[in-house]
């Protein structure tokens, strides 16, 4: 039963002047007249089988009266089956293996991430021991003979 906006007292019977306080009530008359013909749609369209246009028309019903419990338990109820249905299907479930959902799987991925860094790491001790190895033998070659440059073959030029 709807109030009436200005002295809360609840109206039995929608008119467009408040029996009470005499305040108008058109935009009320209005407001509840959009509401029933949203849920009178969206009542259609769930007959009709059209369940997606009516859990649209049930969403508009609930943008004008977020508390509306009809058109609140019917979306709730797809709703549901939507996080049902997310759960269950095997093709979901494939997915989730696939992006690493999987209880075994997430744990290998838990590891992956220090793995790679004590493979970086490791990859870097061994550059830096290549390095120290090989500015060393430079070094020791050096002092004996220069290392030899091998000779980069020059242009092509017409005398040839
Ligand atoms: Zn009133």
Redo the contacts with the bound molecule.
């Keep these: 039963v709807p ?7 609840p ?1 039995d019977e929608l008119l467009s002047v ?6 108008n ?1 058109d935009l009320l008359v209005e407001y509840v007249g959009q509401l029933q013909t949203g849920l009178t749609r969206a009542e259609q369209l769930t007959r009709q089988g059209e369940l997606g246009q009516a859990v649209w028309a049930y969403l508009a019903v609930l943008e004008v009266d977020p508390d509306n419990a009809v058109a609140r338990r019917q979306v709730g109820q797809v709703a549901t089956a939507v996080r049902q249905f997310d759960r269950t299907a095997p093709g979901r479930r494939w997915l989730g293996r696939l992006r690493g959902e999987h209880p075994e799987d997430r744990r290998s991925f838990r590891w992956r991430g220090p793995l790679l860094l004590a493979l970086g790491a490791g990859l870097l001790a061994l550059a830096f021991f290549l390095g120290l190895f090989a500015g060393s033998y430079f070094a020791d070659a050096g002092s004996a003979t220069p290392p030899a440059r091998p000779e980069r073959p020059g242009p092509p030029t017409l005398a040839e």
Excluded: G, S, T, V
């Design positions: 109030a009436c906006p200005q002295c809360a007292k109206l408040c029996p009470y306080c005499k305040a009530l």
